[in-house]
T-cell receptor
Framework: KAGVTQTPRYLIKTRGQQVTLSCSPISGHRSVSWYQQTPGQGLQFLFEYFSETQRNKGNFPGRFSGRQFSNSRSEMNVSTLELGDSALYLC?????????????FGQGTRLTVV | AQTVTQSQPEMSVQEAETVTLSCTYD???????LFWYKQPPSRQMILVIR??????QNATENRFSVNFQKAAKSFSLKISDSQLGDTAMYFC????????????????FGQGTTLQVKP
């Protein structure tokens, strides 16, 4: 069974640009969550999608957005990039919140903003 | 709001020995899940062990076991017979129980403990 796939693995962007990151969950998983990992702030929850609906959102500015498609694949978008957005972005998928709360993580996308 | 605290930024242990990583958390919830995740240099976050708060029995997975003290809000991880492959950053995490909260799918992580296993 394939794991959670995040693309691209690495990105370098310039301040002011926008970026889109992609996450393909494990087959059959309907929940996708996104996390930002930085040395200073640690791991912080961005948002969670389930069946194309955002169920939960962390405390990030509106520049951070996401969506989920009918095949459960998810994308997150960051507009007007700032230097502080440089981070490892992790995606996690799970079957459903009820029967299985185990989240499987991808290897992340390392975003560098210059 | 829930918080998770890992007070040991770095630890080291000799191969084959036992090490315990500490984690405390703060919550007003009665039903929740606690997790230990491992993040090796490859960055892949891997679930090590999971504990459901309503279960009094401590979870065990092979060489990994936890000491869950609900009243003290403490959730430590014990690694027995440490192996070189255990070298990684370990994160303690909290999540509200889905049946008691709409705020699900959100893991709250501690700051992590870097564990070095020495040969």
């Amino acid at each position: 069974k394939a794991g959670v796939t995040q693309t691209p693995r690495y990105l370098i962007k310039t301040r002011g640009q926008q970026v889109t990151l992609s996450c393909s969950p494990i087959s059959g998983h309907r929940s996708v969550s996104w996390y930002q990992q930085t040395p200073g702030q640690g791991l912080q929850f961005l948002f969670e999608y389930f069946s194309e609906t955002q169920r939960n959102k962390g405390n990030f500015p509106g520049r951070f957005s996401g969506r989920q498609f009918s095949n459960s694949r998810s994308e997150m978008n960051v507009s007007t990039l700032e230097l502080g957005d440089s981070a490892l972005y992790l995606c996690a998928s799970s079957w459903d919140r009820g029967l299985n709360t185990e989240a499987f993580f991808g290897q992340g996308t390392r975003l560098t903003v210059v | 709001a829930q918080t998770v605290t890992q007070s040991q930024p770095e630890m080291s242990v000799q191969e084959a020995e036992t090490v315990t990583l500490s984690c405390t958390y703060d919550t007003s919830e009665n039903n929740y899940y606690l997790f230990w995740y491992k993040q090796p240099p490859s960055r892949q976050m891997i679930l090590v062990i999971r504990q459901e708060a309503y279960k009094q029995q401590n979870a065990t997975e092979n060489r990994f076991s936890v000491n869950f003290q609900k009243a003290a809000k403490s959730f430590s991880l014990k690694i027995s017979d440490s192996q070189l492959g255990d070298t990684a950053m370990y994160f303690c995490a909290f999540m509200k129980h889905w049946a008691y909260s709409s705020n699900t799918g959100k893991l709250i992580f501690g700051q992590g403990t870097t564990l070095q296993v020495k040969p």
